[in-house]
């Protein structure tokens, strides 16, 4: 069978600082996953002040631990010299560095194969943080 390419563009409501689930949404998005048997899936954001992340789904507290360690690694009141956009805007940008721009993940019989205890991760470092732009894109076989 000939490879299939699929590619769609899907925006995120605002959200506010932090690592927020959207998995669902993701899903959501593409119902012809299910008419791949085989692929790959690359969510790309389209900013500079998120990023994107696969970890763990099941325990609330395992976001909050990422926010906080993120938060110790790249602080607020670190002397930056970019600091036009605000306080929250330069610690964003080596947090979104840290973490990534993208994630891939395998399709298998029509679903993504996520682990058990994956989820797929929108990190928004900035304080009020606007709509976000993500690119898919699905490589594979139907």
Known sequence: MPDQWLQ????????????????G????????LATFSVGQLQVYIQHTSAS????????????QDLESSLSAIAPED?????????????????KASLMGSSVMIPIGAGRLLLGTWQGI?????????????LVLTVWGQA
């Open 25 to 32: 949404e993701i899903e959501n998005a593409l119902p012809e």
């Open 121 to 133: 991760y929108l990190c928004e470092h900035r304080n009020r943080g606007g709509s976000r732009s």
């Open 78 to 94: 670190f002397p930056y010299v970019h600091t036009l956009e605000g306080p929250d805007d330069m610690p964003a940008h080596v």
């Open 8 to 23: 769609k563009q899907i925006t995120l409501g605002p959200r506010s600082r932090g690592c927020h689930l959207i998995t």
């Open 52 to 63: 994107l992340t696969i970890n763990e789904n099941a325990d609330r507290d395992v976001r």
